[in-house]
């Protein structure tokens, strides 16, 4: 079946300009993961969905930072007056229920974001 | 706060040899770890994921050992060819407090297999 998906897969904006990240997880996945991979920091988590709420979001690095779940599916994250440090490969990953109970987590592709 | 360590951070082996790819994490109380692998350029595929209550897990070539109680886990890579070559990141969950939902990544071993 599909994986996980993420639009776009590259995207180059000017820094102050606002972006959307979109997250496809794998049908059924009541999970979702948003994290960011930058050169030289590693991975980095950010936020967690349940369902469409977000019990974790305490790897948001600021609040130009947000993110939303729709019906139990896609996400958005968001980023507001973006600087150049935001620039990193954004992943999203989705597990069949929450970590608690040791389900898998699948990542997405990635969108690389480079910020001008 | 949790801490994964990956220890070599690089790794250069011939065709053919067996490996161990070395994890070391700072807080016992975990709910599993997992191993993934990344190619340059991609996102991360997932490899092997070990319980908190098991020891290892095998899947082909790949046996992945656990030892909660001293913080460590092996990746062992058999009879290892040119397209093992990737990076290979471990990650933990914790088992309780606010980073519950997290994974906690190491920094990776990157890897080349030379033919």
């Known amino acids: 079946g599909a994986g996980v998906s993420q639009s776009p897969s590259n995207k180059v904006t000017e820094k102050g300009k606002d972006v959307e990240l979109r997250c496809d997880p794998i049908s059924g996945h009541t999970a979702l993961y948003w994290y960011r991979q930058s050169l030289g920091q590693g991975l980095e988590f950010l936020i967690y969905f349940q369902g469409n709420s977000a019990p974790d979001k305490s790897g948001l690095p600021s609040d130009r930072f947000s993110a939303e779940r729709t019906g139990g599916s896609v996400s958005t994250l968001t980023i507001q007056r973006t600087q150049q440090e935001d620039s990193a490969v954004y992943l999203c990953?989705?597990?069949?229920?929450?970590?608690?109970?040791?389900?898998?987590?699948?990542f997405g592709p990635g969108t690389r974001l480079t910020v001008t | 706060k949790q801490e994964v360590t990956q220890i070599p951070a690089a790794l250069s082996v011939p065709e053919g040899e067996n490996l161990v790819l070395n994890c070391s994490f700072t807080d016992s109380a975990i709910y599993n770890l997992q191993w993934f692998r990344q190619d340059p350029g991609k996102g991360l595929t997932s490899l092997l994921l070990?319980?908190?209550?098991?020891r290892e897990q095998t899947s082909g070539r790949l046996n992945a050992s656990l030892d909660k109680s001293s913080g460590r886990s092996t990746l062992y890579i058999a009879a290892s060819q040119p397209g093992d070559s990737a990076t290979y990141l471990c990650?933990?969950?914790?088992?309780?407090?606010?980073?519950?939902?997290?994974?906690?990544f190491g920094k990776g071993t990157k890897l080349s297999v030379i033919p």
């Open positions: 990953a989705s597990s069949l229920g929450g970590p608690a109970v040791n389900y898998e987590q699948y």
């Open positions: 070990i319980q908190s209550s098991q």
């Open positions: 990650a933990v969950i914790p088992a309780s407090g606010a980073g519950s939902y997290q994974l906690t």
